[in-house]
């Protein structure tokens, strides 16, 4: 019988990636780089003259950001298939993917809010900036806790056996 730590490093499925390389933590970089690229887009299009480029590229970043952050939650949800109920790693799992599903929500929120708004050569509004960074805000504590899945409970990690082989000579 294998114990519950060892069945959370291992995939549900293939789908979820090969045994020490999950798909999730790549799948990732998608929309936190485009959230984080568009609240830098919003401060910028207060210092331009002409911000109607940055403002139609922050709806775009939100817009990538949400289809990038639905695809990294169904891999996500792969790896949280295998933590064991009741532990330590399953509640943080559980966290982790509300923040995650609510962070989502909030930028499909602000990217509806945005395109209602229309075209516009004005900066972004100050309540569209404010969401964003409150949003990214929590997208930083959910990053924490998918960093203390992989890191201190070893969720989807390969075993120290598997890790050594790397430091052979």
């Given amino acids: 019988m294998t114990s519950p730590l060892h069945r959370a ?11 020490g390389h999950p798909f999730h933590p790549i799948l990732v970089t ?7 690229t568009s609240l830098v887009f919003d401060l910028a299009s207060y210092v331009v003259p002409d911000p109607a480029f940055l403002v139609r590229g ?6 990538t950001g949400v289809i990038g952050a639905l695809g990294a939650a169904l891999f996500g949800f ?12 399953y509640r943080t799992g559980i966290v982790h ?4 599903l ?5 930028y499909g929120l602000a990217w509806a809010w945005r395109a209602a708004g229309g075209a516009t050569a004005e900066p972004v ?6 969401l964003a960074a409150v949003s990214l805000a929590a997208l930083a504590v959910s990053g924490y806790l998918g960093g ?17 082989e790397g430091f052979h000579t």
């Fill in 102 to 106: 609510t962070v989502t929500a909030a």
């Fill in 9 to 19: 490093k291992r995939p549900a499925t293939a789908l979820a990636g090969p045994y």
């Fill in 148 to 164: 203390k899945l992989a890191y201190r409970y070893g969720v989807r990690v390969a075993d120290e056996k598997t890790q050594a």
């Fill in 58 to 63: 922050s709806l775009w970043l939100i817009a």
């Fill in 97 to 100: 993917m509300c923040l995650n």
């Fill in 78 to 89: 792969l790896d949280f298939l295998g933590i064991e109920r009741g532990t330590a790693a």
């Fill in 125 to 130: 509004p100050a309540g569209q900036v404010a």
């Fill in 30 to 36: 998608v929309p936190i780089g485009a959230w984080v």
